[in-house]
């Protein structure tokens, strides 16, 4: 929607606001079912292993989420863009829009009825909705930091990614354990301060990859403040994931693997873009922020 309004607000024509929602429309659904299906075999192979799939699908699923998601979405839009015929192209992207506005009742009612699917469908709106507005302040913070700070565009992949990764595995385990007793499991703490202090060596790992990959040449101020800076992140997150669960007895009992997960990733992406601006900002004005 807010691509939609930004596009006709700059006067984008008629045939590339169908192209887009056609591209849209046809990554999600893609993206559900290559997605899905992986969670499930997560799941199996988790069960016959004895594995905690908390552990293992739900870091997968964050990680490989924006991967899957940018593979399909690059791929149906150049399908779809490349059309040379600007009617037929309307027209195919028109036709894929009106199969999926007919799809929806029945996809519904058939969710409706399977006792699995129902709460996802009652209580899921609310959450991811909330998620995409808390995501489309982080596009506009990023679009900020990439006109003064290009360079750091390559830095907050990785401080969101790990960020929201540890915090969506805490939630996962939260979650579960509610479901089963009901309550908050406290006992989980030990598991926050293990998942905390991956925060550096984490990060350590993957900022070398991206130095062998892509060097830069910033100082040791600045990695000092990104690693206080992904620390702040995941302290915050953490302490988020009992707060979420807490509220499920004040939200009617909604399940909080469906509005935790969501929320928590999205205020990661929210948190790691801002602090790390604010460190880089604070290192400038300083006259710290310097390569070496």
Known sequence: MIALVTGLANGTTVTNMVVLIATGLITASLVSIVLGGLMCLIVLGSYRYSWNPDNIATPIAASLGDTITLAILACTAYLLYDIPDEALKTGICTFAITIYMIATVPLLRYSW??????????????????????????????????????????????????????????????????????????????????????????????????????????????????????LIQVSVLLVLC??????????????????????????????????LTMAVTTLDNMGLFKAT
Do not use: C
Request: proline content about 5%; cysteine-free.
């Open 113 to 230: 009825n399977n006792m699995y699917a129902r709460p996802a469908v009652l209580q899921g709106w609310g959450p991811i909705l909330l998620a995409m507005l808390i995501s489309s302040a982080v596009g506009v913070i990023m679009s900020k930091v990439a006109e003064k700070y290009s360079g750091l565009m390559g830095f907050l992949p990785i401080i969101n990614g790990i960020g929201g990764n540890l915090a969506a595995i805490q939630a996962s385990r939260l979650s579960t354990s509610y479901n089963l007793y009901r309550r908050v499991d406290f006992s989980e703490a030990g598991t926050s301060l293990f998942l905390l202090l991956l925060v550096i060596p984490g990060h350590a790992v993957f900022l070398g990859a991206k130095q062998l990959l892509d060097p830069s040449t910033y100082n040791g101020y600045f990695f000092g403040s990104f690693a206080v800076a992904a």
């Open 242 to 275: 009992y707060l979420l669960v807490m509220l499920s007895p004040h939200l009617r009992n909604m399940d909080p693997d469906i509005y935790s997960i969501p929320i928590l990733t999205a205020l990661g992406d929210f948190l790691g873009t801002f602090l």
